[in-house]
């Protein structure tokens, strides 16, 4: 029962390069999301997918792009790697939009820019 | 003034304690309440989820929303050990709107 699964788990990049997380689900949800979770704040959604081929930006898009080329599949790529993207980032899917009561979350990816 | 205001703790309590955890919010048009926990490396998962105003009960949970005074809660009975956790909430305007979350309240339930 494997859900949203994001890879890697861990990853120390060097400033100024570039990286894809990699979200896969497996419950085949149209919608797809990508948060990030800095220590004391909420989870702020990066972007959001309601479909294959179709993206949108979510309030804290700048720094990263994503792509959904299929309903399983989300990656979020972060180019030209900043301080100020040292987080966790998680993703997460559901089967209606936004709905609180139907969002699954992956584990994490704790990202470290130096 | 951050939209949805959360302690971010840590709060420790015995074991066999009622726990009260709160959040506040300044938007009167949010309906959809949820309460979320989050253990240790891990992904957020859902605990509580409430439309409008009022409580629900789930086991050893209850969810409250007091929509005059901008207000929710979650009450933890039987406090255990493994209910030590971040928890969550994160509410919305209606089922198609972004959910707005708080910080999170850190519970550490001592044995």
């Known amino acids: 029962n494997a859900g949203v699964t994001q890879t890697p788990k861990f990853r120390i990049l060097k400033i100024g390069q570039s990286m894809t997380l990699q979200c896969t689900q497996d419950m085949n949800h149209n919608y797809m999301y990508w948060y990030r979770q800095d220590p004391g704040m909420g989870l702020k959604l990066i972007y959001y997918?309601?479909?294959?081929?179709?993206?949108d930006k979510g309030e804290v898009p700048n720094g990263y792009n994503v792509s959904r080329s299929t309903t399983e599949d989300f990656p979020l790529r972060l180019e030209l790697a900043a301080p100020s993207q040292t987080s966790v980032y998680f993703c997460a899917s559901s089967r209606d939009a936004f709905s609180g009561n139907t969002i699954y979350f992956g584990e994490g990816s704790w990202l470290t820019v130096v | 003034q951050k939209e949805v205001e959360q302690d971010p703790g840590p709060l420790s309590v015995p074991e066999g304690a009622i726990v009260s955890l709160n959040c506040t919010y300044s938007?009167?048009?949010?309906?959809?309440f949820m309460w979320y926990r989050q253990y240790s490396r891990k992904g957020p998962e859902l605990l509580m989820y409430?439309?409008s105003s009022g409580n629900k009960e789930d086991g050893r949970f209850t969810a409250q929303v007091d929509k005059s005074s901008k207000y929710i809660s979650l009450f933890i009975r039987d406090s255990q050990p493994s209910d030590s956790a971040t928890y969550l909430c994160a509410m919305s305007v209606d089922s198609n709107y972004q959910l707005i979350w708080g910080a999170g309240t850190k519970l550490i339930i001592k044995p």
């Open positions: 409430t439309y």
């Open positions: 997918s309601v479909g294959a081929g179709i993206t």
């Open positions: 938007n009167s048009a949010f309906q959809y």
